[in-house]
C-alpha cells in the first residue's frame, strides 16, 4: 500500500514556472508506476506523464504531447517523492493535477483507470 500527498499547486502567469510534489508513504514508490494526472473543471481526467522501469531497472519517462517539451517529471529516491516541473505553463495547463501509482511497475500506461492509488490533488490555475 502507498499514501499519496500532492502539493507545490497555486496562482502563476502565462509562461510562468510551478512544481508539483507528489510525497508517499508506506511502500517506496520505486516499487510503483507513477503518474500525474490533471482534471479541469467540466473535463475528464487526463493522462500528463509517468515513470516506469524497464527491465534493466532503469526509468522510462512518457509525456502527453500537449506537455511534452514543458513538464519534467522526476524522482528522489531518498526523499520518496515524484516530482513534475511545469514550465513555460499555458491557460489551458489550469487543472486540479493528481499524483498517481500502480504497482505494475514495468508497463506503462495513460487511462486513470490502470493506477489503483490517487492522492487528494492540489490545483494549478494560470493567468491569462
Known amino acids: 500500500q502507498v499514501q499519496l500527498v500532492e502539493s507545490g499547486g497555486g496562482l502563476v502567469q502565462v509562461g510562468g514556472s510551478l512544481r508539483l510534489s507528489c510525497a508517499a508513504s508506506?511502500?517506496?514508490?520505486?516499487?510503483?508506476?507513477m503518474a500525474w494526472f490533471r482534471q479541469a473543471p467540466g473535463k475528464e481526467r487526463e493522462f500528463v506523464a509517468t515513470?516506469?522501469?524497464?527491465?534493466?531497472?532503469?526509468?522510462?519517462?512518457y509525456y502527453a504531447d500537449s506537455v511534452k517539451g514543458r513538464f519534467t517529471i522526476s524522482t528522489d529516491n531518498a526523499k520518496n517523492t515524484v516530482y513534475l516541473q511545469m514550465n513555460s505553463l499555458k491557460p489551458e495547463d489550469t487543472a486540479v493535477y493528481y499524483c498517481?501509482?500502480?504497482?505494475?511497475?514495468?508497463?506503462?500506461?495513460?487511462?486513470?483507470?490502470?493506477?489503483?492509488?490517487w492522492g487528494q490533488g492540489t490545483q494549478v490555475t494560470v493567468s491569462s
Open positions: 515513470i516506469t522501469w524497464s527491465s534493466t531497472s532503469s526509468t522510462n519517462i
Open positions: 498517481a501509482a500502480d504497482r505494475n511497475k514495468f508497463r506503462p500506461a495513460v487511462a486513470p483507470s490502470q493506477y489503483d492509488y
Open positions: 508506506g511502500r517506496t514508490f520505486s516499487s510503483y508506476r
